[in-house]
């Protein structure tokens, strides 16, 4: 997906709200947006919305001297997903299709997400989730494709939100023949994308047969991108591939043979997609 004249103002705005989260300092914050507004000047606008957020996201760290001004955020995340999660799995369990109701909760962990937004309300989005028509539904086709699925590559997007991506998860191998699970993290802090920690922290790495992967976070020798041939290359080699939030949509969109479950949180995405902001989305690629 290419970049849009709507992503220069939201990329300024992240930029503000990151350091904001690290130092009160006004000073600081006014240099910040200063050398992101260059920056953003000075770059190629045909390229990816992740691409140039690295760039931002760049700055930020480099003039805070803060390796990831997300953390206290991303740990809440985690801890408020975890403070639910038996709550979330009794709701699975008592559904009378679990692994829909499992998908649903999926992509309302999805609101969890200091890209695009500033605020949300986890709990309301669930229950709204719960209820909420699908603006795009390939849920048929995602029943069709576990049926003989052995390998899943599931790319996770944000910290707190892969506690519902687990239980999403375990209810796929309690419904499947799957051997082998590979969660893609990133490979270093970028906003308030998973890492291998986070991973960890809300218990990924419990579930039976998984292995972790790691992509770029825009840093050298954090991982691949999500355009090369070695990301090509995984998402051709797993017999199922979930791709999870707007940045996976943004840099994955390309590619061919993935579910991307998320909620259109800016009018940029739900205009690609052909849907209002607000909606939630199964759709497959073909």
């Known amino acids: 997906m290419k970049l849009n004249l709507d992503c220069i103002p939201c990329f300024q705005r992240q930029a503000l709200q990151a350091v904001r989260f690290i130092s009160d300092d006004e000073a600081l914050h006014q240099k910040v947006l200063k050398e992101v507004a260059k920056k953003l000047l000075e770059s190629n606008w045909d390229s990816t919305p992740p691409e140039l957020a690295h760039e931002v996201h760049r700055i930020v760290k480099r003039l805070t001297n803060e390796s990831d001004p997300y953390k206290e955020v991303k740990k809440e995340s985690n801890d408020s997903v975890l403070k639910m999660y038996p709550v979330l799995q009794k709701q699975v369990e008592e559904s009378s299709d679990p692994l829909r109701t499992a998908v649903r909760l999926a992509i309302a962990g999805n609101i969890i997400d200091f890209g695009p937004l500033q605020s949300f309300n986890l709990e309301d989005t669930a229950r709204e989730v719960l209820k909420k028509q699908f603006a795009i539904d390939d849920y048929e086709t995602l029943t069709e494709k576990i049926e003989d699925a052995e390998t899943l590559l599931f790319f996770t997007d944000n910290a707190g939100e892969i ?30 994308d998973a890492t291998l920690e986070d991973a960890v922290y809300v218990g990924l790495c419990d579930l039976a047969n998984v292995e972790f992967l790691k992509m770029s976070n825009g840093e050298a020798g954090t991982g691949p991108e999500r355009n090369s041939q070695t990301v090509k290359n995984w998402i051709k080699e797993h017999d199922l591939v979930i791709s999870k939030g707007q940045g996976n949509y943004e840099g994955l969109s390309e590619h061919n043979g993935l579910f991307f479950l998320l909620m259109a949180k800016c009018p940029v995405i739900a205009s690609d997609l052909g849907v209002e902001v607000g909606d939630i989305i199964l759709k497959y690629k073909q």
Do not use: Q, S
């Open 163 to 192: 506690g519902f991506d687990k239980l999403l998860v375990e209810t796929l191998l309690k419904a499947t023949n799957l051997e082998k699970i590979r969660f893609v993290v990133k490979g270093g802090p970028i906003i308030n």
